[in-house]
């Protein structure tokens, strides 16, 4: 995709609905249903998210890095 096209206002949308369907997916599974975009499983999302974030590193934009971690056991030297 090319990235330098969009704005930064774009890039931003794009990177919170990579966000937002994150934190749905896990909220289902957290309820024990099935998950509805597959973002954990699909590593498009990952790389799209990567991608976005380059971009507005490049850009000098300011934004919360996805916790891609959130809900994956920890090891006991982490805590």
Known sequence: MNYQAFTNDSLTMMY???R?????DDAL???GM???FRVRETPDWKKHAADLEQEMLTRGMFFDVINWTEGQA????DE
Do not use: S
């Not at 937002?20 to 749905?24: F, K, T, V």
């Not at 920890?74 to 030297?77: A, I």
């Open 29 to 31: 599974k957290r309820q």
């Open 34 to 36: 099935a998950t509805r």
């Open 16 to 18: 919170e609905a990579a």
């Open 74 to 77: 920890t090891l006991p030297f």
């Open 20 to 24: 937002g369907a994150l934190a749905a």
